[in-house]
T-cell receptor
Framework: AQSVAQPEDQVNVAEGNPLTVKCTYSVSGNPYLFWYVQYPNRGLQFLLKYITGDNLVKGSYGFEAEFNKSQTSFHLKKPSALVSDSALYFCAVMATGRRALTFGSGTRLQVQP | DAGVIQSPRHEVTEMGQEVTLRCKPISGHDYLFWYRQTMMRGLELLIYFNNNVPIDDSGMPEDRFSAKMPNASFSTLKIQPSEPRDSAVYFC??????????FGPGTRLTVT
């Protein structure tokens, strides 16, 4: 069975500083990996995905993620954080041949002005 | 595109009552998913459909839960009878051939 770990419940970063939200996964076969963001009382918004190809994936709002197969990680990054990036971030994995997502527990990102 | 549409946005009901949640997926998407979000269990898949056919319902908690997709533009999730432990936010999502799923705004269900 597949699983996702987000080891940090909360990440605090100052506006303008780089941010990293960590994610590791476990899945049989080649992983399909995703990041979503959730604002209060809203649904999840898709940020980016890794299916195949370049290990560095660029997504919406200046976010990017790096796929590392040997470390089974897919960390979310942004060079310069904005206060408006403050939200709940979810990493998710899709097993080959199955279209459902398995989500991590989420990481709350707080960007201080 | 209007995105995934869910109704109602909020539902408050008494234990034992029947609850029906509704979802309209994005036009052209052939996959539809129902997820539940709670503080204790996080986000968990309940069931998903492909071309209106249920593919995986292993996440449906018990016989009190049922889901249908009578056509490509409509799905329902029904809980009968409802219990307080069913209180959660229920999300519907849809996807096409590019794998990412697009989520609706959710239905916040409170069972008293």
């Amino acid at each position: 069975a597949q699983s996702v770990a987000q080891p940090e419940d909360q990440v605090n970063v100052a506006e303008g500083n780089p941010l990293t939200v960590k994610c590791t996964y476990s899945v049989s076969g080649n992983p399909y990996l995703f990041w979503y963001v959730q604002y209060p009382n809203r649904g999840l918004q898709f940020l980016l995905k890794y299916i195949t190809g370049d290990n560095l994936v660029k997504g919406s709002y200046g976010f990017e993620a790096e796929f590392n197969k040997s470390q089974t990680s897919f960390h979310l990054k942004k060079p310069s954080a904005l206060v408006s990036d403050s939200a709940l971030y979810f990493c998710a994995v899709m097993a080959t041949g199955r279209r459902a997502l398995t989500f991590g527990s989420g990481t709350r990102l707080q960007v201080q002005p | 595109d209007a995105g995934v549409i869910q109704s109602p946005r909020h539902e408050v009901t008494e234990m034992g009552q029947e609850v029906t949640l509704r979802c309209k997926p994005i036009s052209g998407h052939d996959y539809l998913f129902w997820y539940r979000q709670t503080m204790m269990r996080g986000l968990e898949l309940l069931i998903y459909f492909n071309n209106n056919v249920p593919i995986d319902d292993s996440g449906m908690p018990e016989d009190r839960f049922s889901a249908k997709m009578p056509n490509a533009s409509f799905s329902t999730l029904k809980i009968q009878p409802s219990e307080p432990r069913d209180s959660a936010v229920y999300f519907c999502a849809s996807s096409g051939q590019t794998y990412e799923q697009y989520f609706g705004p959710g239905t916040r269900l409170t069972v008293t």
